[in-house]
């Protein structure tokens, strides 16, 4: 009898324990994940790499999304990563290709980046469209324009009548198609290899 | 110099509303007033009155000592007008560049039309030109923007070119944005 007793009592604390420890250990491991993933999100984690401080963070700090009338500022991450779970994790995964060029030291030197920038610009364009420029919508919305204040070019083009959504048709255009080299510069010769990927009519 | 003459002069200036600083015995007038001056000059007999200051049209303002004692001090004004050279010079006004619809109209027939939008966001470099994106032949329509002329896609001897002529291609050297902005020099064309 004692015996069964004290084997049931046995289970119970292996049970418990190894619930203790799957908690414990749980937290630890995706607190420490989260927390990795915040901390590879921000702007100082990106120009941590001299290839982006260098090149892309100094022509951010020419453009109207480093510095406005308002204050409001957009970083690497609000652009460039997902703000969604399960698409931040596909981003995150992906980038684990950045990391082999830095380390390959693909675009190590200003020249080097100047050869490749419009490969990685296309690339960033074609991201943009197929998700139909989601992270330009993060801050921008187009039920949240006020077309009277638009310049009158603008407001004509942003009008939902020419984009045919009140028809419940999907809008043949995206934010990117339009506004690219809005953050850094254009590489050279882009609009024609834009035309050639289907980025730009 | 005898007083008379002085107070002749000084009463001239007066009427041309010239700026007077007595104490120091300088005085500032403007370009125009010292031509005034020297014919004034020139007309009174015996006038030892000299202009002191290169006639320049660059020049804001030129400098005539009507000091008897010719040989003290006299302050120069320079483009900076009598701020110190040692100090750091005055910030700049902030203009914000105008947006005039329907363009802006020529002062003359072979005028490089002013630019009616701000062109802040523009970059001319080596590796594009952003005004480009909506003046080239190609985009011109889609942007509803006027194309750049026909002689931007010249040779300097008429021969056309399929692409912006390279004389062409620093739009900014003839095509300038414009702003609610005193001119820094006076301009008389």
């Known amino acids: 009898m004692t015996q069964i007793k004290d084997r049931k009592r046995m289970a119970g604390f292996f049970i418990k324990g190894s619930l203790l420890t799957g908690i414990i250990v749980g937290i630890i491991l995706w607190g420490g994940f989260n927390w990795t993933m915040a901390l590879t999100n921000t702007e100082q984690f990106c120009i941590s790499c001299h290839e982006m401080e260098d090149n892309v963070y100094k022509e951010l700090q020419e453009t109207v999304h480093w510095s406005n009338r308002t204050g409001v500022r957009a970083t690497c991450p609000d652009c460039h990563v997902p703000k969604e779970w399960v698409h931040k994790i596909i981003r995150k995964i992906k980038a684990s290709n950045e990391v082999y060029h830095k380390i390959m030291g693909t675009i190590d030197t200003p020249e080097k980046f100047e050869n490749y920038r419009l490969t990685m610009a296309i690339s960033e364009w074609k991201r943009m469209k197929a998700t139909d420029s989601r992270e330009c919508r993060n801050c921008h919305n187009f039920a949240s324009m006020n077309l009277e204040k638009q310049e009158p070019r603008s407001a004509e083009r942003h009008d939902p009548h020419v984009w045919e959504v009140v028809d419940g048709k999907t809008p043949s255009k995206t934010c990117i198609d339009c506004h690219k080299g809005i953050a850094h510069h254009l590489p050279k010769g882009w609009e024609e290899a834009a035309k050639k990927a289907g980025l730009q009519d | ?189």
Request: aromatic share 4%; hydrophobic share 35%.
């Open chain 2, 1 to 189: 110099m005898k007083k008379p003459l002085l107070i002749t002069i000084v009463g001239a200036l007066m009427l041309l509303q010239a700026p007077l600083v007595i104490g120091e015995e300088t005085v500032t007038i403007s370009v125009k007033d010292l031509k005034a001056l020297k014919s004034l000059c020139a007309s009174i007999d015996g006038a030892k009155t000299t202009a002191a200051a290169p006639i320049s049209s660059s020049a804001p303002a030129a400098v005539v000592s009507a000091s008897p004692d010719i040989g003290k001090a006299v302050k120069v004004a320079s483009l900076r007008g009598f701020h110190e050279l040692d100090k750091d010079a005055k910030p700049v006004e902030k203009k914000k560049q105008f947006k005039i619809s329907g363009g802006i109209e020529k002062n003359w027939t072979l005028q490089p039309p002013s630019i009616p939008h701000s062109i802040e966001k523009d970059r001319i470099t080596l590796k594009g030109n952003t005004c480009m994106k909506c003046h080239s032949k190609a985009n011109h329509e889609k942007e509803k923007a006027p194309q750049a002329a026909e002689s931007h896609y010249k040779t300097r001897d008429g021969k056309k070119l399929e692409k912006l002529s390279p004389r062409r291609y620093f739009c900014v050297q003839c095509h300038t944005p414009q702003a609610d902005a005193k001119p820094l020099v006076e301009n008389i064309f």
